[in-house]
């Protein structure tokens, strides 16, 4: 090989490392040139055979070819990295663009009545107590004084397994749940989740929930007047001072008296509207006096020990404290609804 043939080596491998098109390939050829048994090894070793007029050139071209694989490898695989952070930006990912907004979260009506509730019960030194969606009838009927022909007992109103529970139709089964846990005195809120196989329209959903109260004393009378002025500052602390509350008598198995409680309904100011069915108050709770017979079925002295038990819905509160003209609401996760809370 002379000068001039080496010359021309020189440009092949640069033409060769511009066509490489990853770090292996260019790898390859460095170890083809400047590996131990490599071209120019090889050169390096036949240099004395050179004529030695030829040798100085030889030397230099020998030199330059050397410089140019040492250059150019190192120059190609920056170029390659260069290209693949490139394919990034073309694959979507810029790790430099602004982050996309999402909006922040918050939180739904139903949590932020319940609470609310808790907020303004616990004031009143109640705490929180719950109990299993899955109940048994005796908790959820026959503990609560439901005798088996009464209403809510039909099939047809409650969800029943086959394993002969049922899905709890009210939250007041944890009364019976809390009372054989413990003695009085009693002090519980427990929200939760209900289910009756009501036919959904716009104040109703076979899936709802509520928030059952229970105050037991063994030491002092508690009366019907306790009940009262607690729904009633209960009422004025959730929808504000011009809330009108009234109580009407009605009847449940597991309290005597009982009483129903409205309030004024907030949509249309106690005008009347579709959602207070053009009455101008919303039932909001059932409630009463604990009857002895429950008392008796948990082994509180029904003699000594006096109580108030209520059980509120919820969807009812939020749908007047916030002007929801729609149960359904509540439940379609309609992102423009949820956003304007
Ligand atoms: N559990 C009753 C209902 O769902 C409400 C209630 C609770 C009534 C506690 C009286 C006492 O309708």
Redesign the pocket.
């Known amino acids: 090989m002379n000068s001039a043939e080496l010359k021309e080596l020189t440009d092949e491998v640069v033409v060769a490392l511009g066509a490489a098109t990853d770090d292996d390939a260019v790898e390859a050829l460095r170890i083809k040139y400047l590996g131990r048994k490599g071209i120019l090894p090889a050169l390096m070793k036949g240099m004395k055979d050179v004529d030695p007029s030829e040798r100085a050139a030889m030397g230099i071209a020998a030199n330059e070819l050397k410089n140019a694989v040492t250059d150019g490898v190192a120059k190609r695989k920056d170029e390659l990295a260069a290209m693949n952070d490139s394919e990034e930006v073309s694959s979507g990912f810029d790790c430099s663009l602004p982050g996309r907004w999402h909006g922040l979260g918050s939180m739904h009506p139903i949590t932020m009545v319940i609470e609310e509730a808790i907020r303004i019960f616990g004031k009143l030194g109640f705490v929180v107590a719950e109990g299993p969606d899955v109940e048994t009838h005796y908790n959820n009927f026959e503990a609560l004084n439901t005798p088996p022909h009464h209403p809510s007992q039909d099939e047809r109103d409650t969800f029943w397994l086959h394993t002969g529970e049922l899905l709890r139709?009210?939250?007041?089964p944890v009364?019976i749940r809390t009372m054989n846990e413990q003695k009085p005195p009693v002090r519980i809120i427990t929200p939760g989740r209900?289910y009756r196989r009501d036919t959904t329209d716009a104040t109703h959903s076979a899936n709802f929930h509520?928030i059952?109260?229970l105050y037991i004393e063994a030491e002092r009378k508690v009366s019907l007047a306790d009940l009262k002025s607690t729904m009633a500052y209960f009422a004025k602390e959730m929808m504000g001072d011009n809330v009108e509350v009234r109580f009407r008598p009605h009847f449940?198995p597991?309290?005597e008296p009982?009483v129903e409680c409205d309030f004024t309904c907030h949509v249309c100011g106690g005008d009347g509207c579709r959602v207070c069915k053009q009455s101008g108050w919303i039932e909001i709770?059932?409630?009463?006096m604990v009857d002895p017979r429950v008392l008796e079925r948990v082994g509180y002295d029904p003699e000594t020990t006096t109580g108030f038990?209520?059980?509120m819905g919820i969807e009812r509160i939020a749908m007047i404290k916030y002007g929801i003209n729609d149960i359904r609401h509540l439940y379609e996760n309609d992102m423009r609804f949820l956003a304007q809370f």
Do not use: L, M, N, P
Request: hydrophobic share 30%; net charge negative.
């Open positions: 139709t009210q939250t007041s009364q209900c509520q059952e109260g449940f597991f309290t009982s709770a059932g409630a009463g038990a209520f059980g």
